[in-house]
Protein backbone atom coordinates (compact mmCIF):
# COMPACT_ATOMS: atom_id res chain seq x y z
CA UNK A 1 0.00 0.00 0.00
CA UNK A 2 2.88 2.34 1.00
CA UNK A 3 4.67 1.26 -2.56
CA UNK A 4 1.18 2.00 -3.96
CA UNK A 5 0.75 5.45 -2.44
CA UNK A 6 4.78 6.57 -3.47
CA UNK A 7 4.07 5.60 -6.99
CA UNK A 8 0.81 8.06 -7.30
CA UNK A 9 2.74 10.63 -5.57
CA UNK A 10 5.18 10.27 -8.00
CA UNK A 11 2.77 9.89 -10.88
CA UNK A 12 1.06 13.22 -9.71
CA UNK A 13 3.74 15.21 -9.27
CA UNK A 14 5.30 14.78 -12.58
CA UNK A 15 2.03 15.48 -14.19
CA UNK A 16 1.52 18.42 -12.62
CA UNK A 17 5.02 19.23 -13.60
CA UNK A 18 4.52 18.41 -17.18
CA UNK A 19 1.12 20.51 -17.34
CA UNK A 20 2.95 23.28 -15.26
CA UNK A 21 5.87 23.52 -17.58
CA UNK A 22 4.26 25.15 -20.68
CA UNK A 23 2.42 27.67 -18.50
CA UNK A 24 6.00 28.69 -16.72
CA UNK A 25 7.64 28.90 -20.31
CA UNK A 26 4.64 30.96 -21.89
CA UNK A 27 4.71 33.17 -18.54
CA UNK A 28 8.82 33.91 -18.59
CA UNK A 29 10.02 37.04 -19.53
CA UNK A 30 11.28 38.06 -22.91
CA UNK A 31 14.44 39.35 -22.04
CA UNK A 32 14.67 41.72 -25.18
CA UNK A 33 11.05 43.48 -24.22
CA UNK A 34 12.50 43.14 -20.70
CA UNK A 35 15.44 45.88 -22.43
CA UNK A 36 12.84 48.14 -23.71
CA UNK A 37 11.05 48.91 -21.00
CA UNK A 38 14.27 49.32 -18.75
CA UNK A 39 15.32 52.08 -21.64
CA UNK A 40 11.60 53.55 -21.43
CA UNK A 41 11.27 52.98 -17.59
CA UNK A 42 14.55 54.08 -16.18
CA UNK A 43 16.80 55.69 -18.72
CA UNK A 44 14.43 57.84 -19.99
CA UNK A 45 14.12 57.08 -23.19
CA UNK A 46 10.77 57.97 -24.87
CA UNK A 47 10.40 54.67 -26.78
CA UNK A 48 12.31 52.09 -28.13
CA UNK A 49 11.94 49.43 -31.06
CA UNK A 50 13.58 46.04 -31.78
CA UNK A 51 13.20 44.08 -34.93
CA UNK A 52 14.56 40.66 -35.29
CA UNK A 53 13.14 39.45 -37.94
CA UNK A 54 10.70 37.04 -36.52
CA UNK A 55 8.57 39.71 -34.44
CA UNK A 56 8.69 43.37 -33.21
CA UNK A 57 9.10 44.35 -29.55
CA UNK A 58 8.31 48.06 -28.50
CA UNK A 59 8.05 49.90 -25.45
CA UNK A 60 6.92 53.66 -24.70
CA UNK A 61 5.59 56.05 -27.40
CA UNK A 62 7.09 57.44 -31.02
CA UNK A 63 5.66 61.17 -29.18
CA UNK A 64 5.61 62.15 -26.26
CA UNK A 65 3.51 65.32 -26.81
CA UNK A 66 0.80 62.95 -28.40
CA UNK A 67 1.43 59.49 -26.92
CA UNK A 68 1.21 58.13 -30.62
CA UNK A 69 2.87 54.76 -29.86
CA UNK A 70 5.89 53.24 -31.55
CA UNK A 71 5.74 51.84 -34.81
CA UNK A 72 5.58 48.53 -35.65
CA UNK A 73 7.43 46.17 -37.96
CA UNK A 74 6.42 48.06 -41.03
CA UNK A 75 6.64 51.21 -39.93
CA UNK A 76 9.34 53.89 -40.80
CA UNK A 77 11.01 56.57 -39.19
CA UNK A 78 14.02 58.50 -39.39
CA UNK A 79 17.20 57.30 -37.17
CA UNK A 80 19.09 60.41 -37.76
CA UNK A 81 22.17 60.44 -35.55
CA UNK A 82 21.39 56.63 -33.94
CA UNK A 83 22.96 54.99 -37.41
CA UNK A 84 26.91 57.03 -36.23
CA UNK A 85 27.58 54.16 -33.87
CA UNK A 86 26.05 51.40 -36.83
CA UNK A 87 27.84 52.45 -39.48
CA UNK A 88 31.11 53.12 -37.51
CA UNK A 89 31.16 49.88 -36.24
CA UNK A 90 30.83 47.94 -39.83
CA UNK A 91 33.35 50.35 -41.15
CA UNK A 92 36.00 49.53 -38.02
CA UNK A 93 35.03 45.65 -39.20
CA UNK A 94 36.42 46.28 -42.54
CA UNK A 95 39.48 47.69 -41.31
CA UNK A 96 40.25 45.45 -38.76
CA UNK A 97 39.72 42.80 -41.75
CA UNK A 98 42.14 44.66 -43.53
CA UNK A 99 39.93 45.37 -45.93
CA UNK A 100 39.82 49.08 -45.68
CA UNK A 101 42.14 51.69 -44.01
CA UNK A 102 40.99 54.57 -41.69
CA UNK A 103 43.92 56.69 -44.41
CA UNK A 104 41.98 55.46 -47.67
CA UNK A 105 40.33 58.33 -49.28
CA UNK A 106 36.86 58.12 -48.91
CA UNK A 107 36.54 58.70 -52.91
CA UNK A 108 37.71 54.91 -53.48
CA UNK A 109 34.97 53.68 -52.03
CA UNK A 110 32.50 56.34 -52.48
CA UNK A 111 32.63 57.52 -55.97
CA UNK A 112 30.72 60.78 -55.35
CA UNK A 113 33.36 61.70 -53.06
CA UNK A 114 36.38 60.89 -55.80
CA UNK A 115 37.06 64.82 -56.22
CA UNK A 116 37.74 65.38 -52.76
CA UNK A 117 40.31 65.11 -50.22
CA UNK A 118 38.37 62.88 -47.16
CA UNK A 119 39.92 60.06 -45.79
CA UNK A 120 37.76 57.07 -44.00
CA UNK A 121 39.00 58.62 -40.69
CA UNK A 122 37.56 62.39 -41.50
CA UNK A 123 34.29 60.62 -42.35
CA UNK A 124 34.00 58.79 -38.89
CA UNK A 125 35.35 61.75 -36.84
CA UNK A 126 33.02 64.22 -38.52
CA UNK A 127 35.89 66.44 -39.74
CA UNK A 128 35.37 65.82 -43.58
CA UNK A 129 34.40 69.76 -43.98
CA UNK A 130 31.13 68.36 -45.56
CA UNK A 131 27.81 70.31 -44.54
CA UNK A 132 25.23 68.58 -42.67
CA UNK A 133 22.54 67.90 -45.44
CA UNK A 134 19.60 67.25 -43.24
CA UNK A 135 18.45 70.97 -43.38
CA UNK A 136 18.94 70.84 -47.09
CA UNK A 137 16.25 67.55 -46.83
CA UNK A 138 12.47 67.80 -47.86
CA UNK A 139 11.32 65.40 -45.38
CA UNK A 140 7.81 65.19 -46.90
CA UNK A 141 9.20 62.97 -49.43
CA UNK A 142 11.21 60.22 -49.15
CA UNK A 143 14.89 60.26 -50.40
CA UNK A 144 17.82 57.89 -50.74
CA UNK A 145 21.09 58.21 -49.11
CA UNK A 146 22.93 58.57 -52.89
CA UNK A 147 20.34 61.78 -53.11
CA UNK A 148 21.21 63.45 -49.47
CA UNK A 149 24.85 62.96 -50.22
CA UNK A 150 24.21 64.83 -53.54
CA UNK A 151 22.50 67.82 -51.25
CA UNK A 152 25.49 67.85 -49.04
CA UNK A 153 28.17 67.88 -52.15
CA UNK A 154 25.90 70.76 -53.91
CA UNK A 155 27.45 73.08 -51.48
CA UNK A 156 30.80 74.08 -50.55
CA UNK A 157 32.55 72.58 -47.88
CA UNK A 158 31.99 73.91 -44.46
CA UNK A 159 35.78 74.01 -43.85
CA UNK A 160 38.92 71.90 -45.05
CA UNK A 161 38.99 68.96 -44.50
CA UNK A 162 40.74 67.72 -41.18
CA UNK A 163 40.54 71.20 -39.96
CA UNK A 164 37.78 71.34 -37.63
CA UNK A 165 34.57 69.38 -36.56
CA UNK A 166 30.74 69.18 -37.18
Given at each position: ??????????????????????????????????????????????????????????????????????????????????????????????????????????????????????????????????????????????????EYLALALDQDPVFPPGTGWG
Amino acid sequence: MQRKRLAASVLLAVALAGAASPAAFAQRPDPVQRQLDLLVGQDGVPGALAHDGGGTRTAGVADLESGRPMVGARGRFRLASNTKAFTATAVMRLVAEGRIGLDDRAGDYVPQLAERPISIRQLLKQTSGLPEYSALVDWTHAGTSQEYLALALDQDPVFPPGTGWG
